[in-house]
């Protein structure tokens, strides 16, 4: 067929790793404000409202871009705004290393969440036109996985180096390593947009609009529950460093280390893990991957809780890795659940729309919510307490939308199988 033509002679897996690396620098770049929040929260003299705030000058502009970029992805060249954002975000970070003044790093943080935000919908997009969609929660889970280790590695190298060399160090290896991979991500060869399920080989979809998009009943419940998720998760991922300094009395250093080595820790195993169950569950019930999703939640969400009050470091420890596993069910359902219901050229914008609620109402809001709850209650426990509420409350929706699931994909699955007008 020329569908497996098409995907197999561009080498798939090295597409995967190429941008499983831009994810995981991405990643990295995103987490040195978090885990450097006390030494620059005392170098330019900030509350910790302010230092959330900072966090949000990428959560601010970051959702806008992301939607732009991924209307532009659906009509132009992903793999040339993947490049170009790679750029960005790399100088944008260097911008941040180098800011004498607090105007600067949030130019810098703002200029991150440009080129982030022209990286995932595109990304994303490419993988599910180059893996068929019975391999789509485990790639993403691969991909996602870089995200994490990315993620990890920015809370333990970003505190060990900010704490031993000062905390500009850590944003200037950021950059220097984006800047390295650019020549890798340009040098990919992609598919054709579709190739990896459209039986024509062609798409038959012209019109692309959010009014479209959202009259996608699955998408809507998708996109509610994201926001709850991407607030309570943000808060949590933001504040752990600081959380760590003054509840378990470590310094920079041990807290980015501890915090990165939970997250690498438990995603190697757990991010795969859920890849396939999601992919199992798909195989037997089309809302497979939101029945995971909503699992993942539920179970976690008792361990937040006994992580954010425990006095013990071994039971926070404990408690948090096993929450992390659970939570960790995110990457691998609700970027394929997107795809699984939107036609090829659709799913660069829907995902778009995804990242820009998600961020703007829920990752840019939750952190600098927390700081003004400890700046008025004096513990940064009784801020982070949200989460877990929040967190139910987004599983408790992607309940009620497996069914509208189900009726999506099998919606979607019929028009892919229809020919164009006028075909044989």
């Known amino acids: 067929m020329t569908l497996d033509l098409r995907v197999n002679h561009l080498r798939p897996h090295r597409i995967l790793f190429v941008l499983a690396c831009a994810n995981f620098l991405n990643a990295f770049d995103r987490q040195l ?10 170098h330019f003299n900030l509350s910790d409202l302010e230092i959330g705030w900072v966090n949000s000058a990428f959560e601010l502009v970051y959702p806008f871009f992301a939607v ?40 810098g ?77 340009w040098s990919l060869r992609i598919p054709k947009r579709g190739a990896s399920e459209l039986k024509n080989g062609q798409s038959n979809l012209a019109k692309i609009s959010i009014s479209q998009l959202l009259k996608i009943v699955s998408l809507r419940y ?8 991407m607030a309570a998760t943000s808060a949590i991922v933001f504040w752990m460093p600081a959380f760590l300094v003054r509840q378990h009395d470590m310094n920079v250093s041990q807290a980015g280390l501890v915090a990165g080595v939970l997250q690498v820790t438990v995603a190697i195993v757990a991010i795969p893990i859920w890849g396939l169950i999601a992919d199992k569950w798909t195989m037997r019930t089309h809302g497979g991957k939101m029945l995971a999703l909503a699992v993942g939640y539920l179970v976690g969400t008792p361990f937040v809780v006994l992580a954010l009050t425990t006095s013990s470091v071994v039971g926070f420890a404990i408690f948090a890795l096993i929450a992390s596993a659970c939570y960790l069910a995110y990457f691998p359902c609700i970027g394929p659940q997107i795809h699984d219901v939107t036609h090829p050229d659709q799913r660069a914008s829907a995902l778009g729309i995804n990242i820009m609620l998600g961020h703007l109402l829920g990752a840019m809001l939750a952190p600098p919510l927390v700081g003004w709850i400890s700046d008025n209650t004096g513990g940064l426990t009784t801020g982070l307490i949200i989460s877990p509420v929040l967190a139910v409350a987004g599983a408790v929706v992607v309940l009620l939308g497996v069914r509208a699931a189900i009726a999506d994909r099998k919606k979607i699955v019929e028009l892919l199988d229809q020919p164009l007008p006028g075909a044989e």
């Open 33 to 42: 404000v978090s885990v450097l929040a006390e030494p620059l929260r005392h």
């Open 109 to 185: 943080r703002a200029g991150l969440g440009v080129g982030s935000g022209g990286y995932g919908p595109s990304g994303l997009a490419i993988l599910s036109d180059t893996f068929p969609p019975t391999q789509r929660s485990r790639v993403i889970a691969a991909h996602d996985l870089g995200m994490v280790l990315g993620s990890g590695a920015g809370a333990a190298i970003g505190g060990y180096v900010g704490y031993k060399l000062g905390w500009r160090y850590p944003f200037l290896i950021g950059a220097a390593l984006g800047f390295i991979l650019l020549p890798f991500i």
């Open 68 to 107: 732009l970029l991924a209307f532009v992805a659906d009509r132009w060249s992903r793999h040339k705004i993947i490049t170009l954002s790679l750029a960005v975000w790399s100088s944008a970070t260097m911008v941040a290393g180098f800011a004498m003044r607090l105007p600067a790093l949030l130019i």
């Open 222 to 229: 998708v996109y509610v529950a994201n926001v709850l998720f």
